[in-house]
Nanobody
């Protein structure tokens, strides 16, 4: 499975931005997709995850109510709509994939088998 993230950029606080991740390879290995983010000197942080059907989603508390994860299986793409952006949202955002959905494991990076290269989102104050 290969993942390619795109759509990052420089925005101002309060703005919105949508980033995307295109997935290729065996879909059985990417039935659950997620976004993580990382800033220099910090560990990778869970942002959001979505199941194959899109019915089940999970969000970090810091983004709940502001970010929306969605997917288009026909386009093999997962999206992260980020609204009301804050400077503390500045990070490199990574998409990740794993074969199954497990509510208790979604926030742990080590549970994901495949990772994209990341896209930088910078939010200025």
């Amino acid at each position: 499975v290969q993942l390619q993230a795109s759509g990052g950029g420089l925005v101002q606080a309060g703005d919105s931005l949508r980033i995307s991740c295109t997935v290729s390879g065996r879909t059985i290995n990417s039935r659950t997709l997620a976004w993580f983010r990382q800033t220099p000197g910090h560990e990778r942080e869970f942002v959001a995850a979505i199941s194959w059907s899109g019915i089940a989603t999970q969000y970090a508390g810091s983004v709940k109510g502001r970010f929306i994860i969605s997917r288009d299986n026909a386009m093999s793409t997962v999206y992260l709509q980020m609204n009301s952006l804050k400077p503390e949202d500045t990070a490199v955002y990574y998409c990740a994939a794993r074969p199954t959905w497990n509510q208790d494991l979604m926030t742990t990076g080590a549970q994901y088998h495949y990772w994209g290269q990341g896209t930088l989102v910078t939010v200025s104050s």
